[in-house]
């Protein structure tokens, strides 16, 4: 059974920055492919970034390329989204997902393990 925890949203205002934490728990950690997602009430989850288990291949959001980057630290099990820039339109409930063998990382459906989520809220 694997674990995913997402720690580090809150409140800020526009321009501002947070970082995001996602730490799994239940399997080899460098084996899996890691993905954030957030969603907004009344709103299909939408795919943010995503990270490979070697962390050689990222992707990204068209909205926030050159404003998000994410990372993978395999020594401490856990996956990082730092979000610089923040804008009102970012605010959403963050979700880190991770999964083994996953082919298409764009896709929630491709994820098997998911966390509780994380706010995060910007003001304007």
């Known amino acids: 059974q694997v674990q995913v925890v997402e720690s580090g949203g809150g409140l800020v205002q526009a321009g501002n920055s947070l970082k995001l934490s996602c730490l799994v728990s239940?399997?080899?950690?460098?084996?899996?492919?890691v993905g954030w997602f957030r969603q907004t009430p009344g709103e299909d989850r939408e795919f943010v970034a995503a990270i490979s288990f070697t962390g050689g291949t990222t992707y990204y959001a068209d909205s926030v390329k050159g404003r998000f980057t994410i990372s993978r630290d395999n020594a401490k099990s856990t996956g990082y989204l730092q979000m610089d820039n923040l804008k009102p339109e970012d605010t959403a409930a963050y979700y880190c997902?991770?999964?083994?063998?996953?082919?298409?990382?764009?896709?929630?459906?491709?994820?098997?393990?998911w966390g509780p989520g994380t706010q995060v809220t910007v003001s304007s």
């Open positions: 239940g399997r080899t950690f460098s084996e899996l492919s």
């Open positions: 997902a991770a999964s083994p063998a996953i082919t298409t990382m764009l896709s929630p459906y491709e994820y098997d393990s």
